[in-house]
C-alpha cells in the first residue's frame, strides 16, 4: 500500500483571505490529507491572536467547498521542517502571488531542502483574481473604511468588525 501523501500549508493567515481559500482547495487536490499550519509569527505583529487565527481559519474552511482531502487546521511555533516532520509530511505548499514573493520563497525553499532534503516545497501561482490580495492589504484598506467583502468571507468581516472596534473603543 502506497503512504499517505500529507501536505502542510503555512502562513499567518491575519486574516484567512479568499486567496488563501483558493489555494488550500487547488492544494486539497493534490495531497490525501493538509495540515493548515497557523504560524505563531509574533514578529509580524498580528492583530488576531494565535487562538483567534487558528479558529477563524478552521470556521472558513468548514465552510469552504470542493475540500477534495481531509483539511485539519493546527497552531505551531517552531521551525516549519520541525513542523512538517511531527505531521509525517512529503510536502510544504506555498502559494505565490507575485515575483516579489519568489526571491524570499526561493530562499526559504533552499534552506528547508538543506533541513529535510525528503520534504519537497511546492509552488502553486495565485489566480489573476487573487494576486493583489494580501493580509496586510486587507487590514490596511480595512481600517482605514475601505470595502473588503469580495476578498474575505463575511465571517472573517465580522471579525474585522469586532477587533477594530475593540481598537477604536480602546483609543
Not at 505563531?40 to 469552504?64: C, H, Q, S, W, Y
Not at 516532520?85 to 533552499?110: C, N, P
Not at 509552488?123 to 486587507?138: E, G, K, R, T
Amino acid at each position: 500500500m502506497s503512504k499517505e501523501r500529507i501536505g502542510i500549508y503555512p502562513g499567518t493567515f491575519d486574516p484567512i483571505t479568499k486567496g488563501h481559500l483558493h489555494i488550500i482547495r487547488r492544494a486539497s487536490k493534490l495531497v490525501d490529507k493538509l495540515v493548515i499550519g497557523v504560524a505563531g509569527n509574533a514578529g509580524k505583529t498580528p492583530i488576531f491572536n494565535l487562538e483567534e487565527r487558528v479558529e477563524m481559519v478552521k470556521t472558513d474552511i468548514a465552510n469552504l467547498h470542493d475540500k477534495y482531502c481531509e483539511i485539519k487546521v493546527v497552531a505551531f511555533d517552531n521551525l516549519l521542517i520541525d513542523f512538517a516532520k511531527a505531521h509525517d509530511a512529503q510536502f510544504i505548499i506555498r502559494g505565490l502571488r507575485a515575483v516579489s514573493d519568489f526571491e524570499y520563497e526561493f530562499q526559504m525553499t533552499g534552506m528547508n531542502a538543506k533541513l529535510a532534503p525528503d520534504i519537497e516545497t511546492i509552488f502553486l501561482m495565485a489566480s489573476d483574481s487573487w494576486q493583489f490580495v494580501s493580509s496586510s492589504f486587507v487590514k490596511e484598506i480595512y481600517r482605514l473604511g475601505g470595502d473588503m467583502k469580495e476578498v474575505v468571507t463575511p465571517h472573517v468581516l465580522e471579525l474585522l468588525a469586532e477587533k477594530y472596534q475593540k481598537k477604536i473603543n480602546n483609543i
